[in-house]
Structure formats: C-alpha cells, structure tokens
C-alpha cells in the first residue's frame, strides 16, 4: 500500500507543520500508565506511542490494550516511508482510521518483558548461532538490547532445544533458510489470496480504502486463523509420506544386502524442464500481471498431470517447472500431456527437457549432473516438443507421437548427449 493509494488528492502537496512527533502530555495519570502498558506490549517507546496519539492517529479518549496491532503497524508504516504525520492528516480528512488493526491478525503477539541478551543467557545459547538462524530464516537481526517479542523468545527455545538434541548449528541454519523461503511464501499466498478475492472486489466496487479495510477487518483473522491451520495439517501430511518414503528407502536397501530382495539399482528417477517459449517476447507486450498470470496457469496444468504416483514439481522458476519423476516410464507421456494441455489452455507453446539419472535430494531442491542434462536439453527442444536422453528414450512407453534422433555437441564443460525429439503426431 503506498499512500497515493489511500487519498492522493486529500494530502499535502509540502511537508506538514506538525512536528512528525509531538510530544503528549507528559503530567502522569491514566493515560500514563497506559502508554506503559502498551508500550511493554508493543515494544514502542512510550513517548512515540503518546505521540501516535497527539497526532490523532490513536484516539486517546478510546486508547485501549487491543491498540498494541495497531501501533507496530503504524511504526512499520514509517519505517515503510509513510511519515506518521501524514498518516494523521489523512485520518483527520476522514480517509481511514487505525481502529481496524485491533482485529486485524488472529495470533497478535506480545512482548516477552526481557531483552534478547537475558533471552539468550537463559537458554544458554550463542549470539552467534542465534543471529546465524534469525538470518537464515528472514527475521531481522538481533539487537541484543532490545525487548524480545514472545513469538521470537518461542523460537529462540525451539532452537536451544534443537542445540541441545545434538543438532549442528551449520545444520540449523541450513534448515532455517529453507523453513524461512518456504513459509514466506506460504504467506505470501495467504496475503494474495486475501488481496484478490476479498480486497480487490471492494476495491473495484468503488469502495474507499478506509471503509474497506474496516469492512474487512473481521475477515482477516478469520482466514488467517485457516491457513494456519491447512499449513498444520498438510505439514503433518506430507512429513508422514516423507518418513514412510525414507524407511522404505532404507529397508530396501538393507534386504536387498541380506540377499531378500533384488537390488533397487541407483533408484533411477527422470528429472525434466517445463519452459514456455517466447514468454519474455510476451511479458514485453502484454504486461508483467498477465505474464504472472500465464505462469501460475502453467503451474496448474503441470500439478493437474502429476499425482503421486508419476512425479512432482520441485519449484517454479519464472515461466518454467523443474519435475522429478519417481517412474521413469511416466515421464515421456506426462511431458506429452504437458504440451498438449498446455496448449489447449490457451498458454505459450511448452518444451520439455527430460533426463534419466541418480539426482541429490537436499533442502527441498534437486541436484547433480542428471539436472544439469535435462536443463540443456529443454534449453535445445523447440517450442511444442520433448527433447529427452538415450536412458529416457529407452525406458519410455507407448507415447502416442513420433521420434526424431538428434545430436547435442559439447556444451559448457557437459559431454556430447545424444539426444530424442517428441513431437505429437500429426492429425
């Protein structure tokens, strides 16, 4: 939100009069100890929160403890660059007010009452190690002098504990950087599934800013409170399959030594490169939105052919999806079915680079040379085809199209690969 989006014609054109904080009334009272509370709440400095409300942005007469959201939002409204005495002039025009940040998260934390040096020293953890793992995660960096938030002192505990299990801190911040990337994300996508189907309609019927976000401000906790709990759920889930995955993984193995089973080889799995072709041509053209657009489109075709059974999709990459596949028989006909729905969806031509090969499974992304394969590959198909190695070529059943041999030299220290074309037969 910029302000140019609450009341561009209502503000000042020059910086105001007021002081950016004045100074409240400094006579104890009510009001006083008050300010301390919310201040011991908030971590703001009492005399910024009592300045909040000399400017109107808190409305003294009707100050009360559910402030608290509403003050760091308007503390990191400033740090944003939306000077607070900017923010007054607007709510004196009647723009909007600061009342619906009292319900405006459904998990509002507070202040833990201790600094993050006593945080530290009481669960006998290292700075270092500490602001290692705030980093890795997204969070600000630790001032050790200031007033610890409870949801970090919680943090902070689940990190004493994982020290004191006899995990590595190398290993903590490794797994941290991946929690904070991926759970980022995940709100992200609660903060633009909320934008689009709750804000946007409102916005778009002409409803003002201020009247919007009190009209939606009960809705905000409510949908919050869902996705916390979907996260929950499917976290538990998906760990489930995880472990199970692995203990068959290890048990496997082991029988297989003991002569009970055939061995498993080297776990052959298909890795490939979903890109659509001219995709920068059309972003220049159409816009960055629709360009967004076009790519989640994608995303959706792909997850709508996989399923457990064939493969999923490691991560998105601005027009294209890296995909492993568990069966290596599946993946030529599901890279067909990519390029032919994708079609059928309206979308850019799609081409697919697929390779047969062990890969490294680590934080949630693949790698190794079997990557890299199927990177050049999708890199050489054209627009609407399957470019695949020999082993995928091989290993490939009935796919419903006709084959093309080609002949890839060598590429950026990657050795001469003989390669397949896929191309849908023709109607």
Known sequence: MTIAD????????????????????????????????????????????GSYVALGLLDGGELCLADTTAIRLI????????????????????????RFARSMVAQPTAMSGRTYRQVLAELELDEATASAVFGAAGLPFIDLDRQ?????????????????????????????????HALRRIA???????????????????????????????????????????????????????VFENIAIRLHATLADLGLMAPNGERLGVVGFADMSGFTQFVAEAGDHQGADMAVRLEEVVAGILDRSTGRVIKAMGDGLLVHFHRPAAAVPA??????????????????????GT????????????VNRAARLAGQANPGCVLVDETVRRLSGETGGAWETVHLGPLKGLAEIPAFRWMPSKS
């Open 359 to 370: 890969v490294l499974f680590r934080d949630g992304d693949i790698f190794g040379a079997t």
């Open 148 to 180: 610890a938030r409870a949801d970090d002192l919680a943090f902070l505990s689940i990190l004493s504990r994982a020290v004191a299990a006899g995990l590595r801190p190398t290993a903590l911040v490794r797994a941290s950087r991946v929690f904070g």
């Open 188 to 242: 992200e996508a609660q903060r633009d599934l909320f934008r689009a189907e709750v804000e946007e309609p409102l916005v778009a019927g002409g409803l003002p800013i201020g009247a919007m976000l009190d009209a939606t401000s009960h809705l905000r906790p409510a949908l919050q409170s869902l996705g916390f709990d979907a996260v929950q759920v499917l976290l538990h889930r998906i760990l489930e399959d995880l």
């Open 335 to 356: 890279a067909a079915a990519i390029v032919d729905k994708a079609a059928a969806a309206g979308l850019l031509p799609v081409h697919v680079g697929l390779a047969a």
């Open 75 to 98: 503390d990191s409204l400033e740090s944003a660059g939306l000077p607070a005495a900017v923010l007054a002039q607007a709510v004196r025009d009647g723009r909007f007010s600061f």
């Open 6 to 49: 609450l009341a561009p014609d209502a503000l000042p054109s020059s910086p105001p009069e007021p002081s950016p904080h004045p100074s409240p009334d400094p006579s104890p009272g009510p009001l006083a100890d008050l300010l301390a509370q919310l201040a011991r709440l908030s971590g703001c400095p009492a005399d910024r929160i």
